[in-house]
Structure formats: C-alpha cells, structure tokens
C-alpha cells in the first residue's frame, strides 16, 4: 500500500494558501447630502429630456486615484453619464474607452468653473461593445471623497 499522505498533504497546504491569498476589493458606498441634492436636481432636468435612469451608485473615492466603471453599451443609442464630487475638490475628470482601448472622451472641470463639480457627458456608440468609463476628483485637504455617477439611456416615444 502506498503512502498517499504526504502527497495529499502538500496538496491541502497548497489549496489552503491560495484561498487565503485572495483579497476581495469591494466598492463601498458613501452619502454626501450635497451630491444627492445635486443628483435629484439633474435627474429631473434629465427626465424631462426624454431619457431614463439606467445606473447610478455613489462610491468612495481616494483623491487623484481614478475610480474605473466599466459599462455595456448599444450601438446607436444615446446615453447621457454624470459625475458629481465633493464640493470641496478643486478638480474633476471624466475619460472614456472604448473596447479596443481608445479614448473617446476627455472631460475635465476645476472648481470654480460654471458646472463645477458637475461633468455631464453625451455619447452615442457606433458599436454595441463594454466602454470604460475613468473619474477623479483632487482634493488637497482630504484623501477619501465621495461620488456619484449616473447613466442615461434616450428612450423612444
């Protein structure tokens, strides 16, 4: 009879340690009275143009670190996405990829701007493909900053 014991214990070892060494990063939400008074506010401009809500989620954000949102699109239709900061943030980006990795938008706000710390972007696909969309807000008095985004898609009617 062979001796199976060692073998099955460097495989249990093995299996044991790769569990373990797989961090899970999870999004965390966060809620800043003034960004979702300015998201009701925005929602209701951008209802009454004909589209509707599709995604939106605040998320916690570290200042100059891009928060990456990957999304599917359709070709020929019409979105609308939205990025709101922090009040307190003085500058505020908005770039997109496409699938092959190309920047199709490039949207940048600094405090004091007439928008602010608000970046609406139009786009219409040409192909039905995920895009990626990449925010950032800069802050010099704090690391953790909360935002929000939103994705409008046109309806027909």
Not at 44 to 56: P, R
Request: proline letters at 3%; charged letters at 25%; one cysteine or more.
């Amino acid at each position: 009879m062979k001796n199976y014991t060692l073998p099955l214990l460097f495989s249990l070892l093995l299996f044991s340690t790769v569990g373990k060494s797989q961090d899970v990063i999870k999004q965390a939400d966060c809620t800043d009275a003034n960004i979702l008074k300015q998201a009701d506010s925005i929602k209701k401009e951008i209802y009454k143009q004909g589209f509707v809500l599709v995604k939106e989620n605040t998320m916690q954000m570290e200042s100059e670190y891009e928060m990456p949102i990957i999304v599917p699109l359709n070709a020929g239709t019409w979105y609308q996405f939205v990025f709101i900061g922090e009040y307190t943030s003085k500058l505020f980006e908005l770039r997109m990829y496409d699938w092959d990795e190309k920047e199709v938008a490039y949207i940048k706000h600094q405090w004091g701007d007439i928008d602010g710390t608000v970046i609406r972007y139009s786009y219409i696909p040409k192909f039905s493909e995920y895009h990626m969309l990449k925010v950032v807000q800069s802050n010099k008095t704090k690391k953790k900053l909360c935002g929000y985004v939103m994705m409008f898609k046109k309806v027909d009617g």
